[in-house]
């Protein structure tokens, strides 16, 4: 299915859930390699979104989930959160929340995204992204390391967290969502082997494999331990602030 076409069916499924759940959804966007630009032609599309409930939901004595899964089916994998998981992963700079936000493809937004930003400002921690990043870079090498044909992905993906923990280090900032900026911030040897396994990646429809790259496998466990050696030097940072997020989530309820 082509992207604009899901850009008119995930809207209308999502009024569906909405409807289904007594839910108002507040902000949803495309999530994954779709996101990134690192889709191969079979990719799933990865829809990820933040609701709310009714005020009455969030005074029940027996709780209630905080997260809605739906099965993957026909290449769509939906997940939402609610916006009170969405508040206590954020104040530990959880790196999911900022790259929707910085997704390049949005399906819902009221305005709130633009009321969020102030939010996502106040709780960016940069050793939080950088060792969460070098940490997909860790489980990435470890599938690799498994095989004697490891995944092509598994070493984009790696590339692709190595240079964000890069981008985060010198910016201070969070992620653009953009695999083509990141590997400007890689050396120009290993950012040739980005773009051949980005071609393979983005053009085949079978997965495909690749031999172990021994060049590239050495660059990245350097790079590795350099990042994390440079992040054991950067300042302590503030405790991130209850109250701003308590506030938040009472003025989008009295929405």
Same mark, same amino acid.
């Given at each position: 299915?082509?992207?604009?076409?899901?850009?008119?069916?995930?809207?209308?499924?999502?009024?569906?859930?909405?409807?289904?759940?007594?839910?108002?959804?507040?902000?949803?966007?495309?999530?994954?390699?779709?996101?990134?630009?690192?889709?191969?032609?079979?990719?799933?599309?990865?829809?990820?979104?933040?609701?709310?409930?009714?005020?009455?939901?969030?005074?029940?004595?027996?709780?209630?989930?905080?997260?809605?899964?739906?099965?993957?089916?026909?290449?769509?994998?939906?997940?939402?959160?609610?916006?009170?998981?969405?508040?206590?992963?954020?104040?530990?700079?959880?790196?999911?929340?900022?790259?929707?936000?910085?997704?390049?493809?949005?399906?819902?937004?009221?305005?709130?995204?633009?009321?969020?930003?102030?939010?996502?400002?106040?709780?960016?921690?940069?050793?939080?992204?950088?060792?969460?990043?070098? %940490?997909?870079?860790?489980?990435?090498?470890?599938?690799?390391?498994?095989?004697?044909?490891?995944?092509?992905? %598994?070493?984009?993906?790696?590339?692709?967290?190595?240079?964000?923990?890069?981008?985060?280090?010198?910016?201070?900032?969070?992620?653009?969502?953009?695999?083509?900026?990141?590997?400007?911030?890689?050396?120009?040897?290993?950012?040739?082997?980005?773009?051949?396994?980005?071609?393979?990646?983005?053009?085949?429809?079978?997965?495909?494999?690749?031999?172990?790259?021994?060049?590239?496998?050495?660059?990245?466990?350097?790079?590795?331990?350099?990042?994390?050696?440079?992040?054991?030097? %950067?300042?302590?940072?503030?405790?991130?602030?209850?109250?701003?997020?308590?506030?938040?989530?009472?003025?989008?309820?009295?929405?």
């Amino acid at each position: 299915m082509k992207q604009s076409e899901m850009l008119l069916l995930v809207p209308r499924k999502l009024k569906e859930i909405e409807k289904e759940y007594g839910i108002r959804i507040l902000y949803a966007a495309e999530s994954g390699s779709r996101a990134w630009g690192t889709n191969s032609p079979l990719s799933d599309f990865d829809v990820r979104f933040i609701y709310i409930r009714p005020r009455e939901d969030y005074l029940r004595l027996e709780g209630m989930r905080d997260v809605l899964e739906f099965p993957i089916s026909d290449g769509w994998d939906m997940c939402g959160w609610d916006l009170t998981k969405t508040l206590r992963l954020l104040h530990n700079s959880n790196s999911q929340i900022y790259e929707w936000f910085a997704s390049p493809v949005v399906y819902i937004d009221d305005g709130f995204s633009k009321r969020f930003r102030p939010i996502l400002d106040a709780c960016f921690s940069i050793k939080t992204t950088v060792n969460h990043y070098l %940490h997909q870079a860790d489980l990435k090498g470890k599938k690799r390391r498994k095989t004697e044909m490891p995944k092509v992905k %598994h070493y984009l993906y790696s590339l692709q967290h190595i240079a964000a923990a890069k981008w985060v280090l010198q910016h201070h900032a969070p992620v653009p969502i953009s695999f083509r900026i990141l590997i400007e911030y890689l050396p120009e040897s290993i950012r040739e082997y980005a773009e051949v396994l980005l071609k393979q990646k983005t053009t085949q429809t079978d997965a495909p494999f690749t031999t172990c790259i021994s060049e590239l496998e050495d660059w990245l466990l350097q790079e590795r331990n350099r990042i994390s050696g440079e992040l054991e030097s %950067h300042p302590m940072e503030t405790e991130k602030n209850w109250d701003l997020l308590n506030q938040f989530f009472l003025s989008e309820l009295q929405r």
